[in-house]
């Protein structure tokens, strides 16, 4: 595993223009060795949304993802990604990573569609995965994502986006099982352990601020990045969002067991420099003051709920919400319920209940109006 990060310029999506980018990109980083094998490309499609809002990796940067590969010498190219409500049949229509797929000779798989076991004997906090049985089929996983803040964890990046071989509403009782940040985080490392992707590239050209990962801001960043090392990437992405780079939950765990880096300062950049990239005026998601592995791993879990309770939470905006009912569903907690008239959308309302919500943001995430928002609870809301 090497220790490099390519960052290049590249200020739109013109085909060429991002193909020549990723391919520089790589080309500084690391050795991408693909001769004959299977390549699974796993990009992020949070929910199957328009390009322009940010919210998964853009099509374009797919295509040159597949004509990188290929050119490369790969056999086969498998493309897939499973949103927290996927169903059987998904296309990824909307977002384009459908049609870019196919359109390239890459093989869209449907990650429901079978299912494997994937041990992780290593593991802090898990020692075994069910996942899309794309990953036995794969000889190569490469990680594709978007530069975006992320609620509950501050930033999702390249090892964050391997959650997604999770198919569909199996992620939720993960939120449920590792409510702490701290704790998920750990579970997202292991499963980085367990599955090995070999590689990532970053759609860091338009990213996600703010609210992210789906109900932010698109923000010009006009970045590609590539790393054989996805630690290594995310150190770098971070720092230029502005976080402190080994402070992100993901990033600070993986960074503890020393296996993908012993420290930040290994890291090397043949090309562009995150530290001169920093965006001073980013908006990110806040540290939260309460995260800490005492609380995760150490407190009664009450205890930790109530102190919790806190923190941020969900809300929903009732003018905005169209009841479709897609909260209640990702909600593993089952702290969302549809009271009024169930058989008459708009006379009924969505509701959260704050003593069993664990603050996963997952119905922040999949609300496809943007009606959640996330918002200090009042004082007495306690869980």
């Known amino acids: 595993m090497g220790k490099k990060v390519g960052i290049v310029r590249c200020a739109s999506y013109d085909p060429q223009e991002v193909y020549g980018a990723l391919k520089k990109a790589v080309d500084l980083s690391d050795n991408l060795d693909v001769a004959g094998k299977t390549v699974l490309l796993k990009p992020n499609i949070l929910s199957d949304a328009a390009p322009e809002k940010a919210i998964t990796t853009h099509p374009v940067f797919l295509e040159a993802a597949i004509r990188l590969v290929r050119e490369k010498g790969a056999g086969r190219i498998l493309v897939g990604d499973s949103p927290g409500l996927q169903m059987p049949g998904f296309s990824g229509k909307v977002s384009g990573m459908g049609e870019a797929t196919r359109k390239n000779g890459a093989e869209w798989i449907d990650f429901t569609k079978g299912k494997i076991e994937v041990p992780c004997p290593d593991g802090k906090v898990i020692k075994s995965f069910t996942l899309t049985q794309a990953v036995r089929e794969a000889d190569i996983i490469i990680s594709l994502p978007k530069l975006k803040t992320h609620q509950l964890m501050q930033y999702t990046g390249a090892m964050k986006n391997i959650f997604g071989l999770v198919p569909s509403l199996a992620k939720s009782p993960f939120h449920v099982r590792f409510s702490g940040r701290e704790s998920f985080a750990a579970m997202i490392v292991d499963l980085n352990l367990a599955v090995k992707p070999a590689f990532a590239f970053m759609d860091a050209i338009v990213g ?6 789906a109900a932010g ?5 006009g970045l590609v990045m590539a790393s054989s090392n996805l630690l290594a990437l995310d150190v770098a992405a971070t720092q230029i969002m502005g976080y402190p780079p080994g402070e ?3 990033n600070k765990e993986a960074l503890s067991r020393g296996l993908w880096l012993s420290n930040i300062e290994e890291i090397e ?4 420099s995150p530290s001169d990239l ?5 908006v990110r998601v806040s540290f939260k003051k309460s995260s800490s592995r005492f609380l995760d791993f150490i407190l009664p879990r009450p205890l930790k709920r109530w102190i919790d309770s806190f923190d941020p939470g969900p809300e929903i905006n009732h003018n905005i919400c169209i009841r479709c009912g897609d909260c209640k569903r990702i909600c593993n907690s089952q702290a969302i319920s549809m009271i009024g008239n169930e058989n008459n959308s708009i006379k009924a309302i969505m509701v959260i209940d704050y003593r069993r919500c664990i603050r996963c943001f997952c119905c922040h995430e999949i609300c496809p109006v943007k009606a959640i928002g996330v918002t200090k609870p009042p004082f007495l809301i306690i869980r």
Do not use: K
Not at 269 to 272: A, C, E, K, N, R
Not at 278 to 282: N, S
């Open 269 to 272: 950049y043949p090309g562009l």
């Open 217 to 221: 801001n698109p923000r010009q960043i």
């Open 278 to 282: 920093q965006i001073p005026d980013f």
């Open 248 to 250: 992100t939950p993901v």
């Open 208 to 213: 996600m601020e703010g609210n992210g990962p």
